[in-house]
T-cell receptor, first 115, second 114 residues
């Protein structure tokens, strides 16, 4: 079974631009969660999508948004980029059924650099 | 709010020796789960071990075991017979039984020396 894939792996943008990151979960997984990893703030939860609906949301400004498609692939978008958005963005997929605590499998991440 | 604290930014262990990484957490929930994740230099986060709060028995996975002290809200990871491939960042993480959001600690960088 193929693992979680994230594209692109590396991205360089300038302040004020917007960016879209993509995550393809493991086949059969319906939950996709996104995390931001920075040296200063560590790993922080952005949001989770399940069956095309946002199920949970972290404490990030509205510039951070996401969506999920019918094939469970997910995208996250960051608008009006700031220098502080430079980070490794990780996505994790799981089967995600309510009431079950199944393993979350992480992708390799997208390294975003904002200049 | 739930918090996870890892007080050891860096640890070092000799190959074949045993090392223990510490983690404490704070929660008012009764239904929760604890995890240790490993993030090697390649950056891909890998689950090492998980512990259900309702289980009294400490989880074990080969050379990895935990010491779960529920009353003290402590969840340490013991790595036995350390190998060079164990060198990585180790994150302690928490989630409730109802939401998949993981709350991570700040991580412990483990070095394994010859």
């Amino acid at each position: 079974k193929a693992g979680v894939t994230q594209t692109p792996r590396y991205l360089i943008k300038t302040r004020g631009q917007q960016v879209t990151l993509s995550c393809s979960p493991i086949s059969g997984h319906r939950s996709v969660s996104w995390y931001q990893q920075t040296p200063g703030q560590g790993l922080q939860f952005l949001f989770e999508y399940f069956s095309e609906t946002q199920r949970n949301k972290g404490n990030f400004p509205g510039r951070f948004s996401g969506r999920q498609f019918s094939n469970s692939r997910s995208e996250m978008n960051v608008s009006t980029l700031e220098l502080g958005d430079s980070a490794l963005y990780l996505c994790a997929s799981s089967i995600g059924l309510a009431g079950s605590v199944d393993e979350q499998f992480f992708g390799p991440g997208t390294r975003l650099t904002v200049l | 709010a739930q918090t996870v604290t890892q007080s050891q930014p860096e640890m070092s262990v000799q190959e074949a020796e045993t090392v223990t990484l510490s983690c404490t957490y704070d929660t008012s929930e009764s239904d929760y789960y604890l995890f240790w994740y490993k993030q090697p230099p390649s950056r891909q986060m890998i689950l090492v071990i998980r512990q259900e709060a309702y289980k009294q028995q400490n989880a074990t996975e080969n050379r990895f075991s935990v010491n779960f002290q529920k009353a003290a809200k402590s969840f340490s990871l013991k790595i036995s017979d350390s190998q060079l491939g164990d060198a990585a960042m180790y994150f302690c993480a928490y989630r409730t039984g109802t939401a998949s959001k993981l709350t991570f600690g700040t991580g412990t960088r483990l070095q394994v020396t010859l």
